[in-house]
C-alpha cells in the first residue's frame, strides 16, 4: 500500500511550472475522437485517470503515442468498437464524453456510469436530457448503459442546472449533428472554453463558449490539429494554498492568473499577498491569516474544487470561518480527518463551521478522493508531527509527480509503500 509522509515543513519557498488541466486533457483527449486525421494534443499530464482513458481508447481501436514532452498523438481511424469496459469506464467520471464523441459518428455507444470521486449523488440527467434532445435513445442496465440513435440533429437545449460535463458532452455531439444547436445556461468555465477552442481549430462552427448560451452548426468533416491544454487551475490553486499554510512564497509558472480570479481575492482576504505577471502567481504569506466566509460556485464563482485545500488552510486562521459548498453538499469527507489532527470542524447542511487558529497534529489520515488528498498534505505541512496519508491513489488521479513536486519547494515528504497502516483504515475513513 502507497502512502505519503508528511512532516512538518519550513515555509515553502520556490517556483512550479503547472501542467496542463485535468479537466481539460480529458474532455480534449474526447474531442480528438471526433477527427477525421490524426491530432496532436500538447501538455497532457501524466496522471492516472489519463492512463485509463488511454487503455479504453487502445481496446476500441485509438492509436496513441506519449512522447517524453507530454505532447500525445491522437489516431481515431481505426476504431472498430463502441462497446467500452463499464469497469474501466467506471473507475473515473468523464468517460461519458465518449458519448459524445462517438455517438454521431457510429450510432451506438456503451458504457459503464460515472465513477471517480464519491460525494454522494453526481448525476448524469442533463447529459441526458441534452442528448435525447439531439434524437440519442438511452437504454439503462446495472452496471451498464447504451446510447443509440438513427442521426443526431440539432436543438435547442436549456440546461436546468450548469453543468461543465454536461455542457461538453453535448458540444462535443453537436459539432458533427445535423443542423444547429444552441445551449442555453452553459458552463462558463475555462475547461469548456477551451474544449471549443480545439473544436475550431479542427473545423467545428461554434460560437458563444465562455458566455451562458453557445451556438454549434453541425458540420461533416473535423480535421487533425496541434492543440496544447489550458494550465490546471486546480493545481495552481492548491500550491498558492499551500503557501498561506506554510508561511511561504511560491511562484506558480505556465498559469492564466484570469482562470483564478475569485480564488486569488479571497487567498487576499484571508492574507495572502498575491502578485502577477502575464503567465504566473506569486503568493506569499505576510501577518496572521483571518478568518473568511466561502460560498462555492460554478465558474467564475469560487470553485469546488478548491473547497477541501482552502478548508485546512482556514484551519489556521484566527476566528470563525465558514465553507458552505452548494454544489457538493455532501463534499466533506475530509472534515472527519482533518479534526483527526485537532482541528474544529463542524458540518451541518452542506455549510462547514471552522474554529481556526487551533496547532494540526500529524497522524494518520486517509485521502477519500483528489482534493480531499491534497487538502491532507497541506495539512500535514501545516501541523507538528508525522502525518501518514493513505488512499495515494486518489491523490494520483488528478497530480503528476506530486511528491517531487512539493520537495521542490521544500516540503518535507516522501512516498512510501509497505503494509503499514491497513490496520486502521476502517477508523481512519470516520
Known sequence: ?????????????????????????????????????????????????????????????IDFRRDADNDVLIDSRGIHSTEIDPVKASSFRTAYYFVGALLAKYGNVSLGYPGGDDFVSRPIDQHIKALEAMGARFTFHSDYYDVETS???????????????????????????????????????????????????????????????????????????????????????????????????????????????????????????????????????YGRLRATRVRTAMYPGFPTDLQQPLTALLTQASGRSIVADR??????????????????????????????????????VHATDVRAGICLLIAGLAAEGVTSITGVGHIERGYENIVASFQSIGANIEMLEDNAGWNGISAIRG
Open 1 to 61: 500500500m502507497k502512502r505519503i509522509v508528511v512532516q512538518s515543513s519550513y515555509p515553502l519557498r520556490g517556483s512550479i511550472a503547472i501542467p496542463g488541466s485535468k479537466n481539460s486533457s480529458l474532455a480534449l483527449l474526447a474531442a480528438a475522437c471526433l477527427a477525421d486525421e490524426p491530432v496532436i494534443l500538447r501538455g497532457m499530464p501524466r496522471i492516472s485517470d489519463l492512463d485509463v482513458f488511454f487503455r479504453i481508447g487502445e481496446e476500441i481501436g
Open 151 to 285: 442521426s443526431l440533429h440539432g436543438a435547442d437545449i436549456y440546461y436546468d442546472t450548469i453543468s461543465s460535463g454536461a455542457t461538453i458532452n453535448a458540444m462535443l455531439a453537436a459539432v458533427r449533428a445535423k443542423g444547429k444547436t444552441v445551449l442555453r445556461q452553459a458552463a462558463r468555465d475555462p475547461e469548456v472554453v477551451d474544449t471549443a477552442n480545439m473544436l475550431v481549430c479542427m473545423g467545428a462552427k461554434i460560437r458563444g463558449a465562455g458566455t451562458d448560451t453557445i451556438a454549434i452548426e453541425g458540420v461533416p468533416f473535423l480535421r487533425g490539429c496541434d492543440y496544447t491544454a489550458i494550465p490546471d487551475r486546480l493545481i495552481a490553486g492548491s500550491f498558492l494554498i499551500a503557501a498561506g499554510a506554510t508561511g511561504g512564497s511560491i511562484t506558480i509558472n505556465d498559469v492564466i492568473p484570469e482562470h483564478l480570479g475569485v480564488s486569488l481575492s479571497k487567498l487576499t482576504e484571508i492574507g495572502l499577498g498575491i502578485e502577477t505577471t502575464d503567465n504566473s502567481i506569486t503568493a506569499y504569506r
Open 327 to 364: 454544489i457538493y453538499p455532501k463534499r466533506y469527507q475530509h472534515v472527519a480527518q482533518l479534526n483527526r489532527m485537532g482541528a474544529d470542524i463542524n458540518v451541518r447542511s452542506g455549510v462547514a463551521l471552522i474554529k481556526g487558529g487551533r496547532p494540526l497534529r500529524g497522524t494518520l
